[in-house]
Structures are given as structure tokens and as C-alpha cells.
T-cell receptor, first 111, second 114 residues
Framework: KNEVEQSPQNLTAQEGEFITINCSYS?????LHWLQQHPGGGIVSLFM???GKKKHGRLIATINIQEKHSSLHITASHPRDSAVYIC?????????????FGQGTRLTINP | GAGVSQSPSNKVTEKGKDVELRCDPI?????LYWYRQSLGQGLEFLIY????????KSGLPSDRFSAERTGGSVSTLTIQRTQQEDSAVYLC????????????FGPGTRLTVT
């Protein structure tokens, strides 16, 4: 079993739909990262959160530490949101946070 | 301010040749990380630097891979005698410190070994 599991692996939706991507993890963590990777390969950090909820524009991330679960929501989705969304949890090893990544969710928003 | 930069953005090399990939972290960031994303695979950790030292090299896939960081800034990932399975996107990230700081990713270097 992977330490970080995301669902769904692939998601196709129509423009305007509300999107939810889920992440479950099996290790104890201090924070969780949500990353976005566009087709060119570059990665952008969307959120780092350790409790509750964070919101940036149309993106909302929530985390439940007790249940070891996080969700990424996109409201009023747009074709430019099409990307791979990756959650990552840090394992603290020798004083550093070594990120362990989920397998990613490929999101396609059709106009 | 400038983000994390990596060079080259793309590199095509012949099997058996050595390659060097460079990462310029955000100024002032003491922690630097290298990751790899092979085609169709997820991201995997390679190596981490705190300052110039690398306390965790556990992710390096073989002894053909090495990395160094000088002056607490620029890092170079070197792959000797490249193999086709080394083809991947190599990503670098940096953070202000360790454990509780957000990592900022560079654009990556796409390496193709022919």
C-alpha cells in the first residue's frame, strides 16, 4: 500500500463544474502539500497546510489530521485548470522533510 | 524575486555519456532537494542538501548518480555513463529551512538518453 494515495487517478469534467480530489496518507505528518503540474512538466506549489482549510482564489484545500485525509476543491472549473494535481506529505528524516508523493490526479476540464 | 531555476531545460544525450544538471535555489534558502519523475511514473526523492552537506542520499538510484552543492547555493546533479532508464524530468526544490517550510520547485530539466 502506498503511503500517499490519491483519488481519482483521472478526472474529466465540464467547465464550471465543482471538482474534488482526495488524498489519504498512512504516515504521521506535520503538514501536507498540494502541487500542480502542467503538461510542460513544471511544478507549482498550491498549498501547504497543517490544519483546517486554506483558500486561494477558486482553490480550496482542507485537511483532517485525525482521519489522515485531505481534499483539494476547485470551484467554477476552467479549461486552464487542466493539469496533474499531486499531494505530498513530508517524512522527517535526518532533520529534513523528504516529500513522499501521491501518484497524481490528471484533471481535464472541457469547454 | 527570482524563483528556483534549472539548466538546461532540455538535454538529449547518448547512452554512456556523462551529464550535469544545475539548480539555482532561491537566495537565502538553505535546504535544496532533487527529485526525479520518470515517464509515466510519480515523483521520487533523490537527495537533499542542508547547506553544503547531504545528510540523506538514500534516494540516489545508483553510484552513477552524484550531487554536490557549493557555497550553500548552486547544486549540480551529475549522472555518469547515462543509461536509457535515466531518461526523466529532474526537478529541484528549495526551502528556507527544513521540516516546516514550504518547498519551491524549479521548472525541471527533461533528460532524454538515446
Amino acid at each position: 500500500k502506498n503511503e500517499v494515495e490519491q483519488s481519482p487517478q483521472n478526472l474529466t469534467a465540464q467547465e464550471g463544474e465543482f471538482i474534488t480530489i482526495n488524498c489519504s496518507y498512512s504516515v504521521g505528518i506535520s503538514a501536507l502539500h498540494w502541487l500542480q503540474q502542467h503538461p510542460g512538466g513544471g511544478i507549482v506549489s498550491l498549498f501547504m497546510l497543517s490544519s483546517g482549510k486554506k483558500k486561494h482564489g477558486r482553490l480550496i484545500a482542507t485537511i483532517n489530521i485525525q482521519e489522515k485525509h485531505s481534499s483539494l476543491h476547485i470551484t467554477a472549473s476552467h479549461p486552464r485548470d487542466s493539469a496533474v494535481y499531486i499531494c505530498a506529505v513530508p517524512l522527517i528524516i535526518q532533520g529534513a522533510q523528504k516529500l513522499v508523493f501521491g501518484q497524481g490526479t490528471r484533471l481535464t476540464i472541457n469547454p | 524575486g527570482a524563483g528556483v531555476s534549472q539548466s538546461p531545460s532540455n538535454k538529449v544525450t547518448e547512452k554512456g555519456k556523462d551529464v550535469e544538471l544545475r539548480c539555482d535555489p532561491i537566495s537565502g534558502h538553505t535546504a535544496l532537494y532533487w527529485y526525479r519523475q520518470s515517464l509515466g511514473q510519480g515523483l521520487e526523492f533523490l537527495i537533499y542538501f542542508q547547506g553544503n552537506s547531504a545528510p540523506d542520499k538514500s534516494g540516489l538510484p545508483s553510484d552513477r548518480f552524484s550531487a554536490e552543492r557549493t557555497g550553500g547555493s548552486v547544486s549540480t546533479l551529475t549522472i555518469q555513463r547515462t543509461q536509457q532508464e535515466d531518461s526523466a524530468v529532474y526537478l529541484c526544490a528549495s526551502s528556507l529551512g527544513t521540516t516546516k517550510y514550504e518547498q519551491y520547485f524549479g521548472p525541471g530539466t527533461r533528460l532524454t538518453v538515446t
